[in-house]
């Protein structure tokens, strides 16, 4: 047996990574660092036929990392801590402050930074100290242990959503760019719910608008927020 503390790390190119994690832990792991690099292809150039990655005309599978894979290593992450009380070190596309704060929050007890580092370098660092130091003052806490897991409660199955909560998207048109993409994203991929007015404002239209949230993404001045329709209601 080994004298010092053994972390198994796990890759999330399988189907079910609890059930890994618990093999782990019943083989005497100590601990879990999830997740590891996803399987991924870095692509072709389509002139010369010839792979981006290179090595002697052919190329192979790779892993991808960094902030694209975050919301896999968050997933992967909260499902651990809600099946195993176990030790967690979460990584998978911390770049800051803020997504060390989000994956305590699901269940890690500490964090890996890799690919942000080999982007920017260790100055990296002092700034993401800093901002932890910053939100837990701000949040009246005497250390990260307060953080951890305490987003747990907040995750359940879908089955145990209230399906009566209904949200529709609102316009704020004093902050509103009117670029029209909230228009055209709803109109060729959504519910045909956004109205383009006379006066080049645009308006929902509550009948149709299902509250997918599309047009809040795809909004480059954070100019829509969806409400629940009580909420609204109240609001008029």
Not at 14 to 29: H, K, N, P, R, W
Not at 103 to 109: D, E, N, R, Y
Not at 129 to 158: A, M, N, P, Q
Request: some cysteine.
């Amino acid at each position: 047996m080994s004298k010092i503390p053994v972390w198994a790390k796990l890759s999330p190119n399988i189907t079910d990574l609890s059930f890994l994690a618990f093999s782990c832990l019943q083989g005497g792991a100590d601990g879990i660092t999830a997740i590891n690099t996803m399987k991924g292809y870095a692509g072709i150039d389509i002139e010369s036929l010839q792979p981006n990655l290179n090595v002697g005309g052919l190329s192979t599978y790779g892993g991808f990392s960094g902030n694209i894979i975050k919301p896999f290593a968050l997933k992967s992450v909260s499902e651990i801590a809600i099946d195993h009380d176990c030790y967690i070190s979460a990584t998978g596309g911390i770049s800051k402050w803020q997504d060390a704060v989000e994956f305590m929050l699901l269940g890690a007890s500490s964090f890996q930074i890799c690919t942000e580092v080999m982007l920017n370098g260790y100055n990296i660092i002092n700034p993401l100290v800093k901002g932890l130091e910053s939100y837990l003052e701000r949040h009246s806490h005497t250390s990260l242990d307060c953080l951890i897991g305490t987003g747990l409660k907040k995750i359940d199955g879908y089955s145990k959503l209230d399906k009566n909560i209904k949200y529709q998207a609102n316009i704020d048109n004093e902050s509103c760019l009117k670029c029209g993409k909230c228009f055209i994203s709803c109109t060729d991929g959504g519910y045909q719910a956004i109205n383009k007015e006379k006066n080049k404002t645009y308006s929902v239209n509550p009948d149709k608008c299902a509250g997918c949230g599309l047009c809040q993404h795809v909004c480059p001045s954070n100019s829509i927020s969806m409400i629940s329709q009580k909420s609204l209601s109240a609001k008029n």
